[in-house]
T-cell receptor
Framework: GESVGLHLPTLSVQEGDNSIINCAYS??????FIWYKQESGKGPQFIIDIRSNMDKRQGQRVTVLLNKTVKHLSLQIAATQPGDSAVYFCAAPLGLKTSYDKVIFGPGTSLSVIP | ETGVTQSPTHLIKTRGQQVTLRCSSQ?????VSWYQQALGQGPQFIFQ???????GRGNFPPRFSGLQFPNYSSELNVNALELDDSALYLC?????????????FGQGTRLTVV
């Protein structure tokens, strides 16, 4: 079946450094990917998404890279701040392009920022 | 805040009991999806409701059921609770169709089965 997974369950970075969180997926037909951030006691929060016709997308302090050849994507956070400490999930929705009915989440990477 | 509210926030039930969890979707959203998140894991898709009908289901037994109401709010019902049902239950609301894909999650209901 489809799976989305992350390479490292935990990541510690120094405040001000850049963070890179990796994710691999199994379904070659996946055409849309989302990164979520989940802080303690809260639900997942949308960070950034990318469609399969792109290999890079930038947001505010975040960049997502997609390598369809090796079915890998990454989330880069620039100048990591204490408020970035959270669990990060990559996710791949399934279903029709107009209605992603089922979202497969990876197991998550817990990012800790060292002041 | 996302505008998606869930109730209750915490709940303790005994094995074999039944539980109902509630979700109010964000204004204008017509679709609600439910997820189960075990401790230390990613959310697992349970099912989705669109226009009051189940529209897709994950690998969960029939004792997990749901409803969606005309105002698009939703309930998740779990019968014959088992210890492994202890988890954070999340609902996400979205606007199906029109190419919209963004879903907004509530803060979740923490269910503990003892």
């Amino acid at each position: 079946g489809e799976s989305v997974g992350l390479h490292l369950p935990t990541l510690s970075v120094q405040e001000g450094d850049n963070s890179i969180i990796n994710c691999a997926y199994s379904n070659s037909a996946s055409d849309y990917f989302i990164w979520y951030k989940q802080e303690s006691g809260k639900g997942p929060q949308f960070i950034i998404d990318i469609r399969s016709n792109m290999d890079k997308r930038q947001g505010q302090r975040v960049t997502v890279l997609l390598n369809k050849t090796v079915k890998h994507l990454s989330l880069q956070i620039a100048a990591t701040q204490p408020g970035d400490s959270a669990v990060y999930f990559c996710a791949a929705p399934l279903g029709l392009k107009t209605s992603y009915d089922k979202v497969i989440f990876g197991p998550g990477t817990s990012l800790s920022v060292i002041p | 805040e996302t505008g998606v509210t869930q109730s209750p926030t915490h709940l303790i039930k005994t094995r074999g009991q039944q539980v109902t969890l509630r979700c109010s979707s964000q204004s204008g959203h017509n679709t609600v999806s439910w997820y189960q998140q075990a401790l230390g894991q990613g959310p697992q898709f349970i099912f989705q409701y669109y226009r009051e009908e189940e529209n897709g289901r994950g690998n969960f037994p029939p004792r997990f059921s749901g409803l969606q109401f005309p105002n698009y709010s939703s309930e998740l019902n779990v019968n014959a609770l088992e210890l492994d049902d202890s988890a954070l239950y999340l609902c996400a609301s979205s606007l199906r169709g029109l190419g919209s894909t963004e879903a907004f999650f509530g803060q979740g209901t923490r269910l503990t089965v003892v």
